[in-house]
C-alpha cells in the first residue's frame, strides 16, 4: 500500500471529522505527498459537512490549479452548500455553468437545486428541475408546487399551468381545492371556456373535489377577485342555464361588492337576500361592518349588530369593539353606551379597553353615578378588576365634594381584594386631611396599608402635623409607626412633629395668629417651623 493509499484510508475512515481531517490534510502537506482527486474529493465533502465553505473553496481552487475535474456530484454539493451559506448569487452561477456544462442533478441534489431556484424566482430552470424530477417519480412539496400554481395565476399562464398540473398528477400529487378553483377560474376567465372545463375535470378525475359546478367556480373566483359585475354576470349565466341560485351564490355576489368597497351595491344586495327569507353569510355580515366604517356609516355599522343579534348570528367581539370605539370617538356617548349594554346583556364579552372608554367619558360628562355602577358591574364580571380603572371616578367624586362616597367606594374596592393605584389614595387621603377628617383618614391608611397600598411621605407627614397642631400626639406617633413600616425612612420633619405634637415644643408656628407673642421660644431652642 502506498502513502497516498494510507492517507486516503484515513480520509475515509475520519470522514465527516473536520479537525482530524484537517490533521491528515497539514500531515500530507508536510511530507509532500500528492493529492489525488479521490484525496479531494473526501477533503471538500467533510468541508462542506462542516459548513468550512471558505475551505472547501480553497481545496476546489488548487484542484483548477493541478488540472483536477471535481467530480460532478462534488460540484453539486459545493454549489447547494453556497446557497446554504446565503451567497445565493454565487450559487445561481454555479448551478448555471453546471447546467451549461450539461451536467444534470442527481437525484439526492434535485430538491436541493429545485428550492435555490425558486428561492431565487427563476421559474423556467425551476421547472426544468421539477420536470426531471418527474420523470424519476420524485415529488416537491406542497408549497413548492404551490408556488409554482400562484406564479402561473400571477402571469395568467394558462400552458404552464396545465403543465405543473399534469407534473404533479405524475408523482400522485394535487392542488387544493381552492387554488384548483382559482385555476380553473383564471383560465376561463382568459376565454378560454374549454380549455377551464378540461383542466377541470382532469383534476376531478384525478379525485381533486371542487365545489360545485364551473358556474359556482368562476363565480367564487369572481368575487374573490371583487369583481362585482362579472359575477352578477356569472349568476345570470346560471339561471339561463336552469340552476336557481342559492342564498350560497347569491352571498358569492354579495362578496364581491364588498371586496370591491361598494356599500350602496353590497347593502342593496343585503337587504334582498332579507326580503327573500335569506340572510347574509356571517362573512358577509362582517365585510357589511368593514365596508360602512371604511365609508364612515357608523349607524349603519351598528345596524349590522342589531341584525346580527336578530339573527342569532354571533358578534365578533373586536368588530363590536371597532364600532363602540367610533361612536365614542364620535362623541356619540348616549349611542356607544346603550349599545354596549344591549350587546353584553346578549353575551357579547365586554371589550376591556372600550370599558376603560366608556367609564372615563361618563366620568368626564359628569354622569358619576353613571359611572359608577357601570365600572361596579363591570368589576363584578371581572372586565375591570384593577384599581387604576377607578381613578378617575374617584378624583371626580372627590372633586364634586362627594368625599363620602369615595371613601366608600375605596372601602368596598379594598374588601374586595383591588387595590387602588398609591397616588389615587393619596389624593384621596389628602382630600380628607384638608377637611379635618383626621381619624377617618388615619382608619384609611391603616387599611390601605394592610392591602399593600403604599402611601407617599407627604401624606403621612401631612396628617402627623394636623395631629401635632392639635396636640395629640397618640395618633401622631401611630401615623409615625406606620410610615416607618411602610418603610419609609424619617427625618427631622416627622421628628419635630413628634415633638411639637408632645409639646416638647411650642404649640403654635411663626405663621399662625399671636404665634410669636403667645409663647416666646427659648434662646436655647429656635421655635421650629413646620417643613415644606
Not at 58 to 74: C, H, K, N, Y
Not at 314 to 332: C, F, M, N, S, Y
Not at 408 to 421: C, F, H, I, K, N
Request: glycine fraction near 8%; charge should be negative; aromatic fraction near 4%.
Amino acid at each position: 500500500m502506498t502513502e497516498r493509499d494510507t492517507y486516503l484510508e484515513a480520509l475515509q475512515r475520519f470522514a465527516g471529522d473536520l479537525r482530524m481531517v484537517q490533521q491528515v490534510e497539514a500531515s500530507m502537506e508536510s511530507r509532500g505527498v500528492t493529492f489525488t482527486a479521490d484525496h479531494y474529493e473526501l477533503l471538500v465533502a467533510t468541508y462542506l459537512g462542516a459548513r468550512e465553505l471558505a475551505g472547501a473553496q480553497r481545496l476546489f481552487d488548487r484542484m483548477a490549479q493541478e488540472g483536477i475535474t471535481p467530480p460532478a456530484s462534488v460540484r453539486w454539493d459545493v454549489a447547494l452548500a453556497t446557497a446554504r451559506a446565503g451567497r445565493t448569487a454565487e450559487a445561481l452561477a454555479l448551478l448555471d455553468q453546471l447546467h451549461a456544462d450539461g451536467v444534470a442533478p442527481e437525484p439526492r441534489h434535485a430538491h436541493g437545486v429545485l428550492s435555490v431556484y425558486l428561492g431565487a424566482g427563476r421559474f423556467p430552470a425551476a421547472r426544468a428541475v421539477l420536470r426531471q424530477m418527474a420523470q424519476r417519480g420524485q415529488a416537491a412539496t406542497p408549497a413548492e408546487y404551490e408556488r409554482f400554481l400562484r406564479d402561473c395565476l400571477d402571469r395568467r399562464a394558462i400552458k404552464d399551468t396545465r403543465t405543473i398540473v399534469d407534473l404533479m398528477l405524475q408523482v400522485d400529487q394535487r392542488p387544493a381545492p381552492g387554488l384548483a378553483t382559482q385555476l380553473v377560474a383564471m383560465i376561463a376567465r382568459a376565454g378560454h371556456t374549454d380549455r377551464a372545463l378540461e383542466l377541470l375535470e382532469r383534476l376531478r378525475s384525478a379525485g381533486v373535489e371542487l365545489p360545485g359546478d364551473v358556474h359556482t367556480e368562476l363565480l367564487l373566483a369572481h368575487a374573490k377577485a371583487g369583481d362585482a359585475e362579472a359575477a352578477q354576470a356569472a349568476l345570470g349565466a346560471m339561471r339561463a342555464g336552469g340552476i336557481e341560485p342559492t342564498s350560497f351564490h347569491r352571498n358569492a355576489v354579495l362578496e364581491a361588492r364588498l371586496a370591491a368597497e361598494d356599500v350602496d351595491g353590497a347593502w342593496a344586495d343585503a337587504l334582498a337576500l332579507a326580503a327573500d327569507g335569506r340572510i347574509p353569510s356571517g362573512a358577509n355580515l362582517e365585510g357589511l361592518i368593514d365596508v360602512s366604517l371604511t365609508k364612515g356609516r357608523r349607524a349603519a355599522a351598528s345596524g349590522v349588530l342589531d341584525w346580527m343579534v336578530i339573527l342569532g348570528v354571533p358578534v365578533p367581539p373586536a368588530k363590536a369593539a371597532e364600532i363602540l370605539t367610533r361612536h365614542l370617538k364620535a362623541g356619540e356617548l348616549d349611542t356607544a353606551w346603550a349599545l354596549f349594554e344591549e350587546l353584553t346583556a346578549r353575551g357579547v364579552p365586554a371589550d376591556r379597553r372600550v370599558a376603560r372608554d366608556l367609564v372615563e367619558r361618563l366620568v368626564r360628562a359628569g354622569r358619576l353615578d353613571e359611572a359608577a355602577g357601570l365600572l361596579e358591574r363591570l368589576r363584578a364580571a371581572g372586565t375591570l378588576t384593577h384599581g387604576r380603572h377607578f381613578g378617575s371616578l374617584l378624583q371626580a367624586l372627590v372633586g364634586a365634594k362627594r368625599m363620602d362616597e369615595a371613601v366608600v367606594m375605596l372601602e368596598r374596592l379594598l374588601a374586595a381584594g383591588v387595590t387602588p393605584t398609591s397616588a389615587d389614595a393619596s389624593k384621596l387621603l389628602g382630600a380628607l386631611i384638608k377637611a379635618k377628617e383626621y381619624e377617618r383618614a388615619g382608619a384609611l391608611i391603616a387599611s390601605l396599608q394592610d392591602a399593600g397600598v403604599s402611601v407617599d411621605e407627604p401624606t403621612y407627614r401631612e396628617l402627623m402635623w394636623a395631629h401635632a397642631r392639635a396636640g395629640e400626639h397618640e395618633p401622631a406617633q401611630a401615623m409615625y409607626d406606620r410610615m416607618v413600616a411602610a418603610g419609609i425612612t424619617p427625618d427631622e420633619r416627622h421628628q419635630k412633629a413628634l415633638e411639637w405634637a408632645s409639646g416638647e415644643t411650642r404649640r403654635r408656628l411663626p405663621d399662625e395668629p399671636g404665634g410669636d407673642a403667645a409663647a416666646p421660644a427659648p434662646a436655647s431652642a429656635p421655635a421650629p417651623v413646620e417643613p415644606a
